[in-house]
């Protein structure tokens, strides 16, 4: 496979039939010069819609009863020429118009109402097809035709997940199996054969025609613990619209996921002021030199969602737009090829550790709250699943919810007997079928914290003082057996009851009821809340800082970056082994919550960048393996002073305006 290009464009053309002249104002000069002016490199053009329409002429299925011409020819054509590649769209989960046609076809749930939309009525939309009917044969013949007609350098196939399915013919299937439809785990064990038959499929029909098209299957989000559902995907889109409903933290943590993998990813934000669908909508030049800076940061191409016209003609005003981020990428892009980031700490995280089929609504407020704590503490870190190497990892976080089973618990024992380090915090490092810690933590399980809240009581200094601070999330008694102390915590007089109750809110403190809550020795820290899951619910500064300290404490001399920058940057460290030379990241803006955002019943903020303030003197002390002999800012490729240190260097960096890498050579 070839390498993914760097400045790409997902252009969306769901395109009802109703709506005359599709194609009618498409200029191949215009075309051209419009790309050129976004500085766009890959373009990902349709083949099929949501609504079931094909843009070009077909015997597999129908084309928009509307368009004339060619339509994907002309657009595939016009970018050849410009050296603009063209990977292919084909709606494969949505299909409207065989939905009408065919609903025998269509997914259902346990009471037969439909997905996405129910019923076809009282709600606008789509709605989701099954691939375990005669939609499949359909789909594989679409896909067929596509190679055979245009051989298209990648295969984009949209809304491909692993869906739970009543139909008649799942239910059936899952009784001559002689399981039982009422069974969630039979329901769910179709729903993977269902899926596999069809990736599989996908991937023979593409690679009987070319050993070399890419092939993605969307499901808008990359599942944590799910390497067998990568393994059908020749690269990864990590769709993440900031604005959209994922929030601009989700994309880090899916990013710090996938590299694992060794595939080449990028990451997918869109133009859009809110999601896709939005026709008039625009973000801020300013957003989308940040999210494209943030995306390079993290080790990922770029992509940029659009959508075209009915006429086909793309709009001038969203390629300015595009172009003005895409100017600064492609600047940046001789820092970025072939760059691998750099990680201390791995997240053995809910997701990874229960590996089953989710999506970004299923909110794992553990997996949330630590990654939301490591990018605003400046850490270096990857999340992991368990066929990673632990031994890559300085240390490993197993945050709220890790029960151990004999295996993991084994591994674990391992790293740390070869001298790795871990943070537990909550139920985490407990058996599975036991109330009993099989890691040694320095502390004795007691069961959970009858109250609710209750507080932290410090041992050290907090930005807010010694005194007791309330905890939010779930807290669990210990014992203290060895090791330091460095938290205790105090519960109330009474949890608060329609009976018993004080204040507006909850019970205060009752000192009389101070305990052991948080243990540190030399290679193990345990923190007895579920201090993840309540940052990610409230966002308490002390819940951060009572976590950063143990982080601090354990990693000590091997913590790779020590820097000033503010908690709503990003910093990253990459390797490029080509040019044996690091590049740090300094990703920098400002965030505004404007309006809220709705779809399929989920309401979320849109979370806006508008203006980009500059930080100046970012002071930095970076350890790497190898001697550094020149520090440099890039693109501008001006040199700036170090300091020599045991193991690195330490150096300011004069400003950042959004995004500011430094070359260590």
């Not at 498409?26 to 079931?52: A, N, P, R, Y």
């Not at 807010?464 to 460095?486: C, D, N, P």
């Not at 082994?577 to 903020?605: C, E, L, M, P």
Request: aromatic share 10%; with cysteine.
């Amino acid at each position: 496979m070839s390498d993914l290009r760097f400045r790409q464009v997902h252009l969306d053309f769901h395109t009802s039939e109703k709506i005359k002249y599709i194609g009618e104002s498409f200029d191949k000069k215009e075309w051209q010069d419009t790309l050129k002016i976004g500085h766009v490199d890959s373009i990902t053009v349709f083949s099929k819609c949501h609504h079931g329409w094909s843009y070009h002429p077909t015997k597999r299925n129908e084309m928009h009863p509307n368009l004339k011409y060619d339509l994907l020819k002309a657009q595939i054509d016009a970018c050849k020429e410009i050296n603009v590649k063209t990977p292919v769209y084909i709606s494969a989960g949505l299909d409207e118009k065989e939905a009408v046609r065919h609903p025998e076809w269509l997914s259902r749930q346990a009471d037969e109402t439909t997905t996405w939309v129910n019923g076809f009525v009282h709600e606008a939309g789509f709605h989701l097809m099954c691939f375990n009917t005669g939609y499949m044969d359909l789909l594989l013949a679409q896909i067929e035709e596509v190679m055979q007609k245009y051989q298209p350098e990648g295969i984009f196939l949209d809304i491909a997940a692993v869906h739970p399915c009543y139909c008649s013919k799942c239910r059936q299937d899952i009784l001559n199996r002689n399981k039982d439809p009422r069974d969630m785990e039979a329901v769910m064990e179709q729903a993977e054969i269902v899926y596999r038959n069809y990736a599989e499929k996908v991937e023979a029909i593409v690679r009987q025609y070319s050993d070399t098209c890419t092939i993605f299957h969307n499901a808008g989000h990359i599942t944590r613990g799910r390497r067998d559902l990568v393994n059908y995907d020749s690269h990864l889109e990590l769709e993440s619209l900031p604005t959209g409903g994922w929030g601009y933290d989700h994309f880090p943590m899916s990013a710090a996921y996938v590299r694992n993998f060794g595939k080449d990813y990028l990451g997918m934000t869109g133009k859009f002021h809110n999601s896709w669908g939005e026709f008039g909508g625009f973000k801020h030049p300013n957003a989308l030199k940040y999210e494209t800076s943030l995306l390079l940061s993290l080790g990922a191409k770029c992509s940029i969602g659009d959508q075209l016209h009915p006429l086909g003609k793309l709009d001038k005003s969203t390629y300015e737009l595009i172009g003005k981020a895409y100017k600064e990428v492609e600047e940046k892009e001789e820092w970025c090829k072939g760059a691998k980031n750099l990680s201390d700490i791995a997240v053995l995280g809910e997701e990874a550790v229960n590996a089953k089929v989710s999506n970004r609504e299923e909110h794992r407020h553990s997996d949330i709250g630590v990654n939301r704590m490591l990018l605003e503490g400046n850490y270096l870190y990857s999340f992991i699943d368990l066929e990673c190497d632990f031994n890559d990892y300085k240390l490993i976080i197993l945050p709220d919810v890790i029960k151990l089973n004999t295996a993991l618990k084994k591994r674990l024992e391992e790293y740390l007997n070869a001298g790795g380090k871990i943070l537990a915090s909550g139920q985490s490092g407990l058996a599975i079928n036991k109330e009993a810690f099989v890691l040694d933590f320095g502390v004795e399980y007691l069961g959970k914290g009858k109250f609710n809240p209750d507080y932290l009581v410090p041992k050290f200094e907090l930005a807010t003082g010694k005194s007791a601070h309330v905890m939010y999330g779930q807290s669990h008694r210990i014992k203290q057996v060895k090791g330091e102390l460095f938290a205790e915590k105090e519960g109330t007089y009474f949890n608060r009851d329609v009976y018993s109750f004080c204040s507006h809110q909850h019970t205060p403190n009752d000192p009389q009821t101070r305990e052991a809550a948080a243990v540190i020795s030399d290679n193990t820290a345990y923190i007895s809340w579920e201090i993840f899951s309540d940052y990610a619910k409230n966002g308490s500064l002390h819940n951060k800082e009572l976590v950063l300290h143990a982080l601090d404490q354990l990693l000590g001399e091997e913590k790779t970056i020590q820097t000033n920058f503010p908690d709503r940057g990003v910093t990253t460290l990459t390797y490029q082994k080509d040019h044996d030379r690091y590049i740090q990241h300094f990703v920098f803006a400002h965030t505004t919550n404007r309006g809220q955002y709705s779809f399929g019943g989920n309401t979320s903020t849109v979370e806006v960048i508008e203006d980009v303030v500059p930080v100046y003197d970012i002071e930095v002390s970076v350890k790497v393996e190898k001697a550094i002999t020149k520090v440099s800012l890039a693109p501008q490729m001006i040199e700036i002073p170090f300091i020599q240190e045991k193991n690195g260097v330490r150096y300011t960096v004069p400003k950042v305006d959004c995004h500011q890498m430094t070359v260590l050579e």
